[in-house]
């Protein structure tokens, strides 16, 4: 269930104020297009922290939809992808906020290299 799902306590990527407060703007006018994904044993986040901040600090306004959350086996554990056909204007700003809001962040490096060093040397090139 949804009150099962965790961060992952070494995630190194930032989330300040502004990035869940324009990320949840762009979820109340087109819905959730992009997933929060969990380990399906443990409910721990693997992508979409981001995300399910925003749904913790935005669950409870009427224009918020339902989070869209699956498991790593593909399955829906909450919510749905919305599907409903983008305007010319949504498509645009849904394009502009994908390739943005990202960018509006940093990473604690602190948290981020000694996972890296974990990783086989394959994916460390």
Do not use: C
């Not at 009427?62 to 409903?84: F, S, V, Y």
Request: charged residues 30%; hydrophobic residues 35%; negative net charge.
């Amino acid at each position: 269930t949804i009150k099962d799902i965790k961060p992952y306590p070494k995630n190194g990527k930032e989330h300040p104020k502004k990035q869940i407060e324009i990320l949840a703007k762009v979820v109340k006018e087109i819905g959730w297009r992009q997933n929060v994904l969990v380990k399906h044993d443990s409910g721990v986040i693997v992508a979409g922290h981001g995300r399910m901040l925003v749904w913790e600090a935005y669950k409870d306004d009427p224009q918020m939809p339902p989070i869209w959350i699956t498991d790593d086996k593909g399955n829906t554990i909450h919510g749905e992808l919305d599907t409903r056909p983008l305007t010319e204007e949504q498509e645009k700003m849904w394009r502009i906020a994908d390739n943005q809001l990202n960018l509006m962040t940093g990473f604690n490096m602190d948290l981020i290299l000694p996972e890296v060093k974990e990783l086989s040397k394959e994916y460390q090139e």
